[in-house]
C-alpha cells in the first residue's frame, strides 16, 4: 500500500498515513519503524508500507521510501 505521511511525532513513533486509495487513515503506533531503514519520517514524505488489521484497527508496517510501480 502507499500514501503520504500526515503527522508524526518522533518523541512516541505515532502518527497518521493517509493512504492514496480512498484517502482512508492508516496509524503508525509506537514501534512500526522497526527493521525499517527509517528512524524518523516527515510530513508530506511519500512511503509504501504493509497493513496489519487483525486487531480490528489499521496499523502500518514494513515502512519503505517511495512509490511501489513508479
Not at 16 to 36: M, P, Q, T
Not at 39 to 47: A, P
Not at 54 to 69: E, P, Y
Amino acid at each position: 500500500m502507499q500514501g503520504v505521511v500526515k503527522v508524526y511525532d518522533p518523541r512516541t513513533g505515532i502518527g497518521i498515513i493517509v493512504c492514496d486509495d480512498g484517502r482512508s487513515e492508516v496509524l503508525l503506533r509506537a514501534g512500526s519503524l522497526h527493521g525499517s531503514i527509517f528512524r524518523t519520517l516527515r510530513q508530506g514524505q511519500r512511503i509504501v508500507f504493509d497493513v496489519d488489521d487483525s486487531t480490528g484497527r489499521a496499523f502500518a508496517h514494513t515502512v519503505r521510501i517511495g512509490s511501489d510501480g513508479y
